[in-house]
């Protein structure tokens, strides 16, 4: 039994693509821009290429996540033989629900209830696969060390290099687009075809090598449980 990671590079691909062929449409040389500039929506292009690239890698967390939650719980064993990233992951949810609990129902029903849950005997232990480690931060680059320290991935920016050092500005241009507060022409502005296209060359190469370094380590049972 073995983590396959092909479904995410296909989705990656495919997710890139779409803004590649999004400026290839948009810069192409044709007659209608030249004769008409109110046609040229080349700067749109490249603005909405920064949203397309946010969602590609927001998409890509949050899916492999789910498909590392999906292949632990395809395990038989007990709860304190999994890796603790996972032990967490599954009291995650029920320990964020004590913080609604009223304090006359904290020690009488809600702590034992979670202590149960939390049993090393445990057999009949599941994990949400929807649980993601948010930290809050919009996808920066923060969310994504936290990713690795708790899957135990090496230091993203190792892996991403010049991707990595971008992925701040994605996000600042992404959301800046979603909540309006700038256009995508604006934002478009701001970059060359050049410099677009290298950003997006250098998304992909990036997030390929991340998954690969996911597959790497995540090889074997040990990864997922305790020896």
Known sequence: ?????????????????????????????????????DLDISREARGLVFVLLYASYENLLKTLTKGLLEYVNQFDVRFGELKPVFRSLA????????????????????????????????TDWV???????????????????????????????????????????VVKNRNAIAHGQMTPEQVGRSYSEDEVRGLIDDWRRAWLDFLDEVSRVSTSSDYFLLK
């Open 127 to 169: 994990i949400d696969i929807n649980t993601f480690p948010s930290n809050g931060d919009s996808f920066r680059f923060s969310q994504i060390e936290l990713w690795c320290r708790l899957f135990k991935v090496e230091d993203p920016g190792k892996i991403l290099k010049r991707a990595g050092q971008h992925v701040n500005m």
């Open 91 to 122: 009291l995650f949810p029920a320990a964020q629900s004590l913080r609604d609990v009223p304090e006359k129902s904290l020690l009488q029903k809600a702590l034992p209830e979670f202590i149960d849950k939390s049993s090393s005997e445990l």
């Open 1 to 37: 039994m073995m983590l396959s990671v092909k479904v995410y590079i296909d989705d990656l691909e495919e997710r890139i693509s779409v803004a590649e062929k999004l400026i290839d449409v948009t810069h192409k040389n044709s007659n209608a821009g030249e004769s008409d500039p």
